[in-house]
T-cell receptor, first 114, second 114 residues
Framework: DQQVKQNSPSLSVQEGRISILNCDYT??????FLWYKKYPAEGPTFLIS?????DKNEDGRFTVFLNKSAKHLSLHIVPSQPGDSAVYFC?????????????FGKGTHLIIQP | DAGVIQSPRHEVTEMGQEVTLRCKPI?????LFWYRQTMMRGLELLIY????????DSGMPEDRFSAKMPNASFSTLKIQPSEPRDSAVYFC????????????FGDGTRLSIL
């Protein structure tokens, strides 16, 4: 049973517009959420994270929103740039309860079109 | 700063052979994680260490898999004997401090068992 779901396998966005990537989770014990970006033949690169005590975290062009009641988080990229084309993984942990490993979604392939 | 270093980057071997994957975490990081990525199951946690001590190995698929961390700068993941279904990309990640800190990944080892 998938505890972290990314329901869109791919997303195409025009350069300069906003990219919105979505993630849903089922485990109410998750207390820390992260987004990773991955290029082919490389490891996942950390982008941004959010603790369950917050509902928003911003870092430059990247903003993550957390809706705990809906068990939903989203990543907003504004403006989208060609270098943003990659696979984006949503991940979660219940580290506050001693489960430090990350549970990953299956990823969303973001394509930025010129 | 050097990131997480994994070796080899690619490994091709025949079924039944012993395979050893290596990882050097980022200096000063006290947590080390091993993950496996397959098309079917995505990225999944195998085992993690804190201060060189294994904390959770519940993700290790079976007794053919073993992991060690003899010191703070080196870890191995061993498969003996290897089987074709072990073919995957294996990632190592490290983290400094508490659960609300991000994990940083190496570029992975692509393992093919013939």
């Amino acid at each position: 049973d998938q505890q972290v779901k990314q329901n869109s396998p791919s997303l195409s966005v025009q350069e300069g517009r906003i990219s919105i990537l979505n993630c849903d989770y089922t485990n109410s014990m998750f207390d820390y959420f992260l987004w990773y970006k991955k290029y082919p033949a490389e490891g996942p690169t950390f982008l941004i994270s959010i603790s369950s005590i917050k509902d928003k975290n911003e870092d430059g062009r990247f903003t993550v929103f957390l809706n705990k009641s809906a068990k939903h988080l989203s990543l907003h990229i504004v403006p989208s740039q060609p270098g943003d084309s990659a696979v984006y993984f949503c991940a979660a942990s219940a580290g506050g309860g001693g489960a430090d490993g990350l549970t990953f979604g299956k990823g969303t392939h973001l394509i930025i079109q010129p | 700063d050097a990131g997480v270093i994994q070796s080899p980057r690619h490994e091709v071997t025949e079924m039944g052979q012993e395979v050893t994957l290596r990882c050097k975490p980022i200096s000063g990081h006290d947590y080390l994680f091993w993950y496996r990525q397959t098309m079917m199951r995505g990225l999944e946690l195998l085992i993690y260490f804190n201060n060189n001590v294994p904390i959770d190995d519940s993700g290790m698929p079976e007794d053919r898999f073993s992991a060690k961390m003899p010191n703070a700068s080196f870890s191995t993941l061993k498969i003996q004997p290897s089987e074709p279904r072990d073919s995957a990309v294996y990632f190592c990640a490290s983290r400094k401090g508490g659960f609300d800190q991000p994990q940083h990944f190496g570029d992975g080892t692509r393992l093919s068992i013939l």
